[in-house]
């Protein structure tokens, strides 16, 4: 099955299981980089995605969340323990493990996730335990900024990202892995930095010089419900074949997203 060469959010199809075509595991690691409840949207497109992969086969065991977890139970939240991703109002926040909230949500932590850091795994912590056969899926979201994107109190930089990527394919941590990176100017995280013979295929919501944007403003909760890119990619996503590939979700985001330019980069020969 096309789809089952990588792992996509997405893990679209209904057939889906964790485990791929190489008899290899299927992992996901999702980032909320925000918090505050004026940053809504992030970790709302964050549990979207898990409740993507979760209904599609992907077991906890294998799904690793950073969220500050501040939204749910915001004073300013009208539905405590709810968090919304459209206007139906439909609640994604249940069932998201809190593998790392508030001060955790850290690039440091998120960096030595993808390396299986075997000290951060000793003190408790879910890592990436992801070898050759396997495939992974990264989704980040958060805001942006040229060559970085931003955690709750500090950024990361694209030269670090993608020297931990280098470093996962020299440890042969997957077979193929995808990134989705939702920010403004997230293009510039992956241009002229991200090799295309490592087997990672990225999209990203903006070019390296434009802003992404916000979607689904809701005005009784006074803040935004997603993002624009991030709500088109997943929208596909529920509504997917097990003939569908990732170059036909990256065509349809691109075209539905509007307001920024959506990029893809690395091995493109991984989106179909």
Known sequence: MKLLLVLSAIVLAVNSL?????GGKNWVVLVAGSNTWWNYRHQADIYHAYQIV???GIPDENIIVFHYDDIANNKENKYPGKVFNNPDHKD???GVPKDYTGDDVTPQNFLKVL???KDLESSGKKVLNSGPNDNVFV???????VDL??????????????STLKEMHTQKKYNKLVFYIEACEAGSMFEKLLPTDINIYATTASSPSESSYAWYDDTEL?????DEYSIHWMEEAEQATDTTTLEDQFQWTKTKTTLSHVQHYGDLSIAN
């Open 115 to 117: 390396l299986g850091d």
């Open 222 to 226: 006074g803040t935004y419900l997603g």
């Open 18 to 22: 964790p485990v791929n075509e190489n």
């Open 54 to 56: 979760k209904a599609n």
């Open 139 to 145: 989704f980040f979201d958060d805001h942006g900024g």
């Open 149 to 162: 994107v931003a955690f709750p109190k500090t950024y990361l930089y694209g030269e670090n990202l993608t």
């Open 92 to 94: 994604v926040y249940h």
